[in-house]
């Protein structure tokens, strides 16, 4: 009769201890790649975020809305050449505010959630056709 070979089931603690003896030079650089393989994934995890970020912030431009006060109009008199200021609100390019003053404005209550973007005629000829509803920006915008 054949003698049937043995079935490892499971791992066996010898193969995995002679494995590791042949690694164990390799141990600096194993922890590396294992790092940089961490690092790596995060950043594939988040690269939407930032593809969200640079098309809003530095492709299509957008401005917030923010409504008039002590916070808003300090914020608007320092990037002067690029705000809008109207009756009731002020408009201000979304990539030049930064945290800070984005906390102090919501702090204050004077943060909206409207969202201006640009948009040209034919823009806005799809946008009708598409039954999508818009405003129109205040004049200058």
Known sequence: ???????????????????????????????????LLLIISGIE?????????????????SYIAVKKGDVSDRIASSHKSYSIVT?????IPSEIITRGQNADLRKAGLKTDLKLFRFNNEDRDVLENNGIDYIDSPKGL
């Open 45 to 61: 995890i988040y690269l939407p975020v930032i593809t969200k970020t640079v098309i809003d912030n530095y492709i299509e431009k």
């Open 87 to 91: 009756d009731s609100l002020i408009y």
């Open 1 to 35: 009769m054949i003698e049937q070979e043995k079935m490892y089931t499971g791992a066996d603690k010898t193969i995995i201890k002679r494995l590791l003896g042949y690694a164990k030079p390799y141990t600096g650089k194993i922890i590396i790649t294992f790092i």
